[in-house]
């Protein structure tokens, strides 16, 4: 274990009712490109090291390891609500909770982590989201899915984690299209890169989470960039299925 566990927090989940974060790639016992901290087993690590990498997180941040409540993300938009029958395989990209105990995990090396919390109904999300997925609307989702268990969208705080940002993300005209046949010209969505345009899926996503009803300044959307901090983050466009993964991850904390 080179370097110590650091986890990234929003300022928006600062109030108490939440424990939260994004842990950088430090403080564990992979080895390689998946150097240290790699939290994903689907990836060829070892599974006893994913293991006590995760087992190193909850032991930091102070929960029971098997409280952690992780599905397969499949770039799609089902939600599952902690509770529910679990199908198998269990293939979803969103969770919700409303008791606490459960910490909610994410998975990404590139893609957008995604915490939500409604501090007053008291109910947490996870989500996945690559760019299918901001398209499909998985952020909207989360968000009704967490209304379904009592919360109320404009109370809900919404945090993207680090994801890879506009600077790096360069993708086909098939991509731009989508984007824009879904959220419309919205300002810094589509940029112009060097050679192709890029997309900024944070603009995408807080498009998208206004329109479930989540007020702007209940939303951070400024993570830093997975394939520029290479000392920091995993990246799937840098590094392959030979590096790494990241885990955000939420629970709510008794009362």
């Known amino acids: 274990m080179a370097d110590a566990i650091r986890v990234l927090r929003s300022p928006l989940f600062g109030d108490g009712s939440f424990l939260h974060g994004f842990p950088e790639r430090t403080g564990g016992e992979s080895v390689g490109l998946r150097a240290s901290l790699n939290l994903g087993y689907r990836w060829g690590d070892d599974p006893e090291l994913v293991r006590r990498n995760r087992a190193r997180l909850a032991e930091h941040e102070g929960f029971a390891l098997e409280d952690l409540q992780v599905t397969k993300h499949v770039h799609g938009t089902n939600v599952w609500r902690v509770g529910e029958p679990l199908p198998d395989p269990p293939e979803f990209d969103g969770l919700v909770s409303d008791r606490p105990g459960p910490v909610l995990g994410a998975f990404s ?147």
């Open 109 to 255: 090396a590139d893609c957008v982590p995604i915490l939500f919390g409604d501090p007053v109904a008291r109910v947490c999300g996870a989500a996945h989201a690559g760019w299918r997925g901001a398209v499909a609307g998985v952020a909207e989702r989360v968000v009704e899915r967490m209304v379904e268990a009592g919360a109320r969208a404009a109370d809900i705080r919404v945090a993207l984690g680090p994801s890879i940002r506009a600077c790096c993300f360069e993708v086909g005209a098939e991509v731009v299209a989508a984007f824009r046949e879904q959220y419309g010209d919205v300002p810094g969505m589509v940029v112009p890169g060097p050679n192709k345009e890029h997309v900024d899926l944070g603009v995408a996503l807080t498009a998208s989470l206004e329109r479930a009803g989540v007020t702007h300044a209940h939303i951070d959307a400024t993570p830093p960039c997975t394939r520029c901090h290479s000392e920091r983050f995993f990246s799937y466009r840098r590094d392959g299925m030979e590096g790494g993964v990241h885990m955000g991850f939420i629970g709510l904390k008794g009362s």
